[in-house]
């Protein structure tokens, strides 16, 4: 077994992840996300499904002569037996371990954060985890502050992930086209150009003022995430 020779990347932030790790592994494995729930009957259960969803899909692109969902049935990969043992391998290392741990999938990739090196040596050791990478959280500034170079704004707020109607859209696009002494975040601004209506987690505003907040909410309450002071890099 390898011990603990892996290269982390260095991941500079305010805490650690999901405030409690301090590790993390990262992979791609087929099929991970029927590891939702680290239940052997769940996996065996979403993988059946999965089979019929296939089968049913492929079926009916080939009958409707459709060639973009040939293409698409084709890219779609067999789940193999050998898929399904390295689902269960996974799992019953993870349902073994005494180690504190969270697991986040999707699609056919994987991470685990954790604090327990061992854990990630073990991981590391499967060998149908593909593409492995290896992060490691470093502490260099204080909770809810984000560091810049030159920073323009004292504060940084985040949006939230939701969905809003298409008027709602219109006064909050207003609204911040309107605001001269904000910065608005590229992705952002070139949400505010397309026909979307759902806000995405990444979305942000650089602004000097609280009270900017708000006159954000009179115009869309509860948008906000969260508010980050900006730092200058040191």
Known sequence: MTRSTHQFKLVVKDRLFYNRFEYAIGFQLDEASCLRELDHDYIDTMI??????REVAHQRWQKSNNTFGNILTRRTREITDQTVIDLHEFAQYLLSSSADYKLIVSSNYGHVYTNDRK?????????????????????TRAKDTISLRNPQHQFRSYFKSTKITAEQKDHLVAFLTMQTEIRISPALSGWMLTPFHRTQDYFFVDHDKMTWLTMLSLVHSGLVRKTMQIIATK
């Open 48 to 53: 059946e499904r999965r089979k019929i969803w």
């Open 119 to 139: 854990l990630i040596d073990q991981l590391s050791d499967l060998r149908s985890l593909k593409q492995k990478i290896y992060r490691r959280a470093v502490i």
